[in-house]
């Protein structure tokens, strides 16, 4: 028999029909993504205001010195109000996602990937993210350029800066930047783009089609413009490597690199200056040892497809 008729289902006077090569979508596979991305959305926000009010409360603030948006901004910085938020959204999501890709992948093993894997691929992994957040920082600094002569993007850029500086906690607080941005971001997040999203779109569609989608609607779930600029690329690149290894820990590893130093803790846990440049050089080193290591994931994945 060849390949051709395991593609089709026999009819009547000898006639075939071809087959589908993916199985039908049921109302999980679409519905399931969007309820979690605005659950996740939901809950960080609610979370972080209801942060906000407690803290007003016990510092026994008024709500009158809170006329202005500076204020706000200021009150949501002293609460530590973001990173509280995601701690707990990490904290109850992450056992929400997990529960729900167990139960799914007992009925499609497809849907969320943990095969085993060579110690080499966490290496490939790990350059691959160093060298997408060079490029990354390129991309950015082309961009904080222009805005220098565009009044849009240098508003996008300000606003951008001052959530950025929601999450950047004083000095004594930084064990809660760790754990709010390099461990129950990445883990929270990945399970659900990678794992849900990214799974249930492989599960009935091609694979480069679930890489493609799930790095787009994580860019576009950051909202802010600059944000996304910031997370298109190692979007895309977390969800390759995760095609490319079929085991989820791996973009959970590289999304915890990637905050861990694209977020400035890497430089502020040693001590280095904002503006130090050997961080910066060694991001441009790993573009061509990621892009590397990449080619080789690529060709091993290709050489496995055939062997299939």
């Known amino acids: 028999m060849s390949l051709i008729d395991l593609n089709k289902t026999p009819l009547e006077d000898g006639d075939t029909v071809l087959k589908s090569k993916y199985p039908r979508a049921d109302v999980l ?8 991305m605005l659950l996740h959305a939901l809950f960080l926000n609610l979370a972080a205001m209801g942060i906000v009010v407690i803290y007003t409360f016990v510092q026994g603030i008024p709500f009158s010195l809170l006329s202005s948006q ?17 701690v707990l959204l990490g904290l109850v999501m992450v056992p929400v996602y997990s529960l729900y890709l ?3 992948g007992r009925k499609y093993p497809e849907v969320v990937l943990l095969e085993r894997v060579p110690r080499r ?10 060298g997408s957040l060079g490029l990354t ?12 002569s565009n009044a849009w993007l240098q508003t996008q850029y300000d606003t951008y800066i001052t959530a950025i500086q929601t999450l950047i906690q004083p000095e004594g607080y930084l064990w809660l930047e760790i754990l709010a941005v390099v461990i129950m971001i990445p883990i929270a997040e990945e399970l659900l783009f990678r794992g849900i999203l990214q799974g249930e779109i492989r599960r009935v569609a091609p694979a480069w089609l679930a890489v493609l989608l799930s790095a787009v609607a994580f860019a576009l779930f950051h909202l802010m413009p600059f944000q996304i600029a910031f997370v298109i690329l190692p979007g895309l690149v977390l969800a390759l490597v ?8 791996i973009p959970i590893f590289m999304h915890m690199v990637y905050n861990f130093f694209g977020s400035g803790i890497f430089a502020r846990l040693f001590g280095l200056p904002e503006d130090n440049l050997t961080l910066f050089w060694i991001e441009i ?4 040892i990621g892009l590397f290591m990449l080619i080789r994931l690529i060709g091993e994945y290709r050489y496995r497809r055939k062997q299939v």
């Open 121 to 130: 691929y966490w290496l490939a992994a790990f350059s691959a993210i160093m």
């Open 285 to 288: 080193v790993f573009i061509f």
């Open 29 to 36: 596979t679409v519905a399931a993504p969007l309820l979690f």
């Open 242 to 249: 995760y095609e490319l290894t079929r085991n989820l820990l």
């Open 102 to 104: 167990k139960y799914r």
């Open 137 to 148: 920082m390129i991309w950015i600094g082309i961009l904080i350029h222009l805005a220098q």
């Open 70 to 86: 500076e204020a706000i901004e200021r009150l949501f910085l002293d609460a530590q109000a973001q990173n509280w938020a995601s």
